[in-house]
């Protein structure tokens, strides 16, 4: 959640931050008349509560009729101590849950806008041309024995699959190759639980907007993550990190409902209920927390170079960021049969908002107890494979191997195979 005391600050950029977003910045007032009361509500009750402890002496002084008027003057102290306090509880939680409803604050230069304001910070490498007619990820999956969406949705549902022969152990040499990279870069490799506690799900701001998308199991108040990032942010939970930065590598399975998204996508492996990921999670000290994130952009260049995808890097605008994060950059692959760009990775800097709901800290150099600041980066997912067999694909239905996964494929070319 944001500072209060920074919003008391600078209320304007609050109010700014929620233009950007397209939300309402009505809620910057609604919270400084509530800090107002509620501050003033405790410094009230905190008044009734010094004078109760001081009239309690006079009490103990006191005799005969003087002792009885005092005694029911301290009854009704007491009560007035313990309105007081309730008063304070109430508007204090009051000004949480409305706290809890704002999106965190955007870094400067982030664009202003909706889903379709991000604004192309480069282009890297060649989209390919072909001398054929290039098939999509699916059909390719298909003859490759690599893709079964047919048993998927008779297993599962519509939106499940199976990953097959050379397709899973293409999923696993591109997950290895990103964990080694983030291993050689200094990251702890982890197996995060993907069933989570509610003040995790909670703390990190996925039970926001992003509601909907979230698979619950009601009856052990458990939530299935669509991220990593969950356990990860998660991790540290109201614990104070005596050193900084703390670098953490996540491989997961991820599940997502795909609420609201029906129609979009259901062709392969693109917009899918179940997929592995590994992720990147990083605290760092709030000051660091610009130049973590463009560290978490270029590791996540360097592993698009390693599998050899044509991408532009955006700047998500405002409105596309999600509560939690103040400034995000996307690597989008160029998918060939789409001719159009796609989401293969996302880094958010999410500043102190999450740490601050979760509780996680560090000491600053006076040995002040301060938030952290949390950032996430995406190193590899099961849509990957949707770019590698597009734009690698050959005129005979393979697909050639990029290099730096050969390595852990034990192949340079994937084959047809005969059904």
């Given at each position: 959640m944001i500072d209060l005391r920074a919003l008391r600050e600078d209320p304007e950029r609050l109010r700014a931050s929620q233009r950007a977003r397209g939300e309402d910045e009505a809620v910057v007032d609604t919270l400084l008349d509530l800090d107002e009361r509620r501050r003033s509500a405790l410094s009230g009750f905190e008044s009734l509560r010094?004078?109760?402890?001081?009239?309690?002496?006079?009490?103990?002084?006191?005799?005969?009729?003087?002792?009885?008027?005092?005694?029911?003057?301290?009854?009704?102290?007491?009560?007035?101590?313990?309105?007081?306090?309730?008063?304070?509880?109430?508007?204090?939680?009051?000004?949480?849950?409305?706290?809890?409803?704002?999106?965190?604050?955007?870094?400067?230069g982030a664009p202003a806008g909706g889903e379709q304001d991000f604004v192309t910070l480069e282009y890297v490498g060649e989209i390919p041309t072909f001398d054929f007619e290039p098939k999509d990820h699916l059909e390719l999956g298909e003859n490759l024995g690599a893709i079964d969406m047919e048993r998927g949705a008779k297993?599962?549902?519509?939106?499940?699959?199976?990953?097959?022969?050379?397709?899973?152990?293409?999923?696993?040499?591109?997950?290895?190759?990103?964990?080694?990279?983030?291993?050689?870069?200094?990251?702890?490799?982890?197996?995060?639980?993907?069933?989570?506690?509610?003040?995790?799900?909670?703390?990190?701001?996925?039970?926001?907007?992003?509601?909907?998308?979230?698979?619950?199991?009601?009856?052990?108040?458990?939530?299935?993550?669509?991220?990593?990032?969950?356990?990860?942010?998660?991790?540290?939970?109201?614990?104070?990190?005596?050193?900084?930065?703390?670098?953490?590598?996540?491989?997961?399975?991820?599940?997502?409902r795909e609420a609201g998204s029906y129609g979009k996508d259901t062709r392969g492996v693109i917009r899918v209920h179940q997929f592995d990921k590994v992720e990147m999670f990083s605290y760092c000290d709030p000051a660091d927390a610009h130049e973590e994130h463009l560290r978490l952009l270029n590791w996540e260049k360097e592993m698009l170079a390693?599998?050899?995808?044509?991408?532009?890097?955006?700047?998500?605008?405002?409105?596309?960021?999600?509560?939690?994060?103040?400034?995000?950059?996307d690597c989008e692959a160029w998918v060939p049969t789409q001719d159009a760009f796609r989401e293969l990775t996302s880094t958010s800097n999410c500043t102190e908002f999450q740490a601050r709901r979760l509780a996680v800290r560090h000491r600053d150099d006076k040995g002040k107890t301060q938030?952290?600041?949390?950032?996430?980066?995406?190193?590899?997912?099961?849509?990957?494979?949707?770019?590698?067999?597009?734009?690698?694909?050959?005129?005979?239905?393979?697909?050639?191997?990029?290099?730096?996964?050969?390595?852990?494929?034990?192949?340079e070319v994937l084959e047809p195979v005969k059904r």
């Open positions: 010094a004078e109760q402890k001081s009239f309690g002496k006079s009490v103990s002084k006191a005799q005969g009729d003087e002792r009885q008027a005092l005694l029911t003057r301290a009854k009704e102290l007491a009560q007035q101590v313990k309105e007081a306090e309730a008063g304070a509880d109430r508007l204090a939680a009051e000004l949480d849950a409305v706290l809890r409803t704002v999106p965190n604050l955007i870094e400067e297993v599962s549902g519509a939106r499940f699959y199976y990953l097959t022969g050379v397709g899973a152990r293409l999923q696993l040499a591109l997950l290895n190759l990103a964990m080694e990279q983030a291993i050689e870069a200094g990251f702890v490799p982890m197996y995060p639980p993907v069933l989570v506690k509610p003040e995790a799900m909670e703390g990190t701001g996925f039970l926001g907007a992003h509601a909907s998308e979230v698979y619950q199991l009601p009856q052990d108040d458990l939530y299935l993550v669509g991220t990593s990032e969950v356990p990860l942010a998660a991790y540290h939970m109201n614990e104070i990190i005596d050193a900084l930065p703390r670098r953490y590598v996540g491989w997961s399975s991820c599940f997502r390693k599998v050899e995808l044509p991408y532009r890097v955006i700047d998500v605008a405002a409105g596309d960021l999600g509560s939690s994060a103040a400034r995000k950059f938030p952290v600041a949390t950032l996430n980066g995406t190193l590899a997912t099961t849509r990957w494979i949707v770019a590698i067999l597009e734009n690698h694909q050959q005129a005979d239905g393979s697909v050639r191997v990029p290099k730096a996964l050969q390595k852990y494929l034990g192949l």
